[in-house]
């Protein structure tokens, strides 16, 4: 496992996310994430990121139970407040505080500051930033920072209000890099003098596939790389980048993740080149920006699996297979249900317009 510093700590350069834990029947299948857990502190793997809202509540008391049985220095925690959820941080915070079975937390962050967010954190009645340095000052806290979906102005608004965030925490990957103008927040970030801690590396698994003719032509420039591989050393190759986080589901990607850290390898400007080509073309063909980060799911009232559905969107963009189309249609919980209320698109980090989408899948669009 490779590190890098911040501050006075190494953080391995790989994190373990775990909004995208292994699940049985809905819940949370705690023998297989045990396992990926174990596996990742056995490697090296000393951060752990949560938040009060992953796998609808479950997360934080996972991870507080499956770390139990490690010395609490051996590994770093990271958790977040959404104010979304609910406003009231003390509260938030004692709960995660039981939860994660801990007297701390070691990097705290205000969760998903967006166009709808930051003026919701930003309110001065509601003394946030006061709780915060509260707690660091008690050392309940040791280090603050906040993730961001929002756009690049809504980025700088939110660091200007302050300067006692540590790290920023944004969407950042090859293709985001100009689709989501995560280049110009990597900037914005870097401009300040805070290192950049990475989500959605592999875009909620989306690029560990490209399809066979991308998929191949990266495997024949680099057979020792795995396609997902490619991505991590692409952010390898960006200097202000100190943490990846990876959401991982499986042995296999834990594995193959773990392999891929063994050693700090950037990019070469060649195989950068090749990648961001690839990209263009993919980007071209790829209708829905949805990252599957399923914040949209726990609010629909129809119950919908909505990243599924977008994921369908965009495999039938690709592929115009209408019969796949015609047997997906005969699912429950499916297009036909979505009530267009509009709850999704609000909680979407991506803005994504998902009752338009559902509409479309409806009349075949993508096809």
């Known amino acids: 496992m490779i590190y890098k510093k911040f501050q006075d700590i190494n953080l391995s350069r790989l994190g373990m996310g775990n909004m995208r834990l292994p699940v049985s029947r809905g819940r949370i299948d705690e023998k297989r994430a045990q396992e990926i857990i174990d596996y990742a502190m056995a490697q090296g793997v000393n951060y752990y990121d949560t938040a009060y809202v992953y796998h609808s509540g479950e997360s934080e008391s996972f991870l507080g139970k499956a770390l139990k049985k490690y010395p609490r220095d051996s590994y770093y925690l990271a958790t977040k407040f959404y104010v979304m959820a609910n406003p009231d941080i003390e509260k938030v915070f004692e709960e995660q505080l039981r939860k994660l079975d801990t007297d701390y937390i070691d990097f705290y962050l205000l969760h998903c500051v967006n166009e709808e967010t930051c003026d919701a954190y930003m309110k001065p009645e509601r ?165 599957a980060c399923r914040y949209c799911c726990d609010g629909c009232p129809a119950g919908i699996d909505i990243p599924v559905w977008m994921n369908l969107y965009n495999e039938l963009s690709l592929t115009k297979d209408r019969k796949r189309w015609e047997e997906a249609m005969k699912a429950e919980n499916g297009p036909a249900e979505c009530i267009g209320c509009g709850q999704c698109t609000s909680h979407c980090p991506q803005s994504i317009d998902v009752p338009g989408y559902m509409g479309r899948l409806l009349d075949a669009a993508p096809l």
């Open 127 to 291: 003394k946030y930033l006061d709780f915060l340095m509260e707690q660091k000052a008690k050392g309940r806290i040791r280090h603050i920072g906040f993730s961001s979906h929002g756009k690049p102005a809504t980025l700088e608004k939110f660091l200007n209000w302050s300067d006692c965030f540590e790290f920023v925490q944004i969407q950042l990957n090859y293709l985001d890099w100009t689709m989501q103008d995560a280049k110009k927040q990597y900037e914005i970030i870097t401009e300040h003098g805070l290192p950049v801690w990475v989500m959605e590396p592999v875009r909620g698994g989306r690029l560990a596939s490209l399809g066979r003719k991308y998929d191949d032509m990266l495997q024949a420039a680099k057979p020792e790389w795995s396609v997902p591989a490619w991505a991590f050393h692409w952010l390898m190759s960006l200097d202000n980048v100190t943490m990846i986080l990876s959401g991982m589901s499986d042995m296999d990607q834990i594995r193959d993740n773990v392999a891929t850290f063994a050693k700090e390898e950037p990019l070469t400007k060649e195989q950068a080149m090749l990648l961001m080509n690839i990209a263009a073309g993919y980007q071209s063909k790829l209708a829905v920006p949805c990252t």
